[in-house]
């Protein structure tokens, strides 16, 4: 098992662009989340998923789309990316029924000029 | 305002040294759980508590749940070199499920040898 990768490791972007970071996860978990992580911020919950077809909101969502068509992948969409969105940022998974062990991906940093 | 505080932020100590980090709030949480994070990899789970007053150890990390499940402590013993990272913190508030977690700040360890 890949466990759950990330793509790409590493991204700059202009203010104003769009790009969509992937996360993938080979273990048929049901839940999957987006997390970023700012120094001293430990991380933040932008958007998660129960399941397939299911979205829902985390602690700073704005700026930031989900989808999730499949099991597998949960791609994160950023709309138009502003500096204050320069972070790393962390996908997990988490099978239901250990709700609170939650496998992280490798991270992506994200720098926006 | 961090749901979830963590104390100290910064520990520097030397090889053999023992260390205790705290995380405390004020709010009750189902359950809480330890990740050790090292630089440019995602977080990994070192252990859950999920009982007030439970204790648990794994090899010379010996984690702690508060009886009224508001806070909780890391107590290393013995600290190696390869202990350094960042330990977090994390609490599921309130029962909802699936993972829904909340982030300490963090607190870096460096041990030197």
């Known amino acids: 098992n890949a466990g759950v990768t990330q793509t790409p490791k590493f991204q700059v972007l202009k203010t104003g662009q769009s790009m969509t970071l992937q996360c993938a996860q080979d273990?048929?978990?049901?839940?999957m989340s987006w997390y970023r992580q700012d120094p001293g911020m430990g991380l933040r919950l932008i958007h998660y998923?129960?399941?397939?077809?299911?979205?829902d909101q985390g602690e700073v969502p704005n700026g930031y789309n989900v989808s999730r068509s499949t099991t597998e992948d949960f791609p994160l969409r950023l709309l138009s990316a502003a500096p204050s969105q320069t972070s790393v940022y962390f996908c997990?998974?988490?099978?239901?029924?250990?709700?609170?062990?939650?496998?992280f991906g490798p991270g992506t940093r994200l720098t926006v000029t | 305002t961090q749901l979830l505080e963590q104390s100290p932020q910064f520990l520097s100590i030397q090889e053999g040294e023992n260390l205790t980090v705290y995380c405390n709030s004020s709010s009750v949480f189902s359950s809480l759980q330890w990740y050790r994070q090292e630089p440019g990899e995602g977080p990994v789970l070192l252990v859950t508590v999920v009982t007030g007053g439970e204790v648990k150890k794994l090899k010379r990390l010996t984690f702690q749940f508060g009886d009224a499940r508001k806070d909780s402590s890391l107590h290393i013993t013995a600290a190696q070199p390869g202990d350094t990272g960042l330990y977090l913190c994390a609490g599921e508030v309130g029962g909802t499920s699936y993972g829904k977690l909340t982030f300490g700040q963090g607190t870096i360890l460096t041990v030197h040898p």
């Open positions: 273990m048929n978990h049901e839940y």
């Open positions: 997990a998974s988490s099978p239901a029924y250990l709700s609170y062990e939650q496998y």
């Open positions: 998923s129960v399941g397939a077809g299911i979205t």
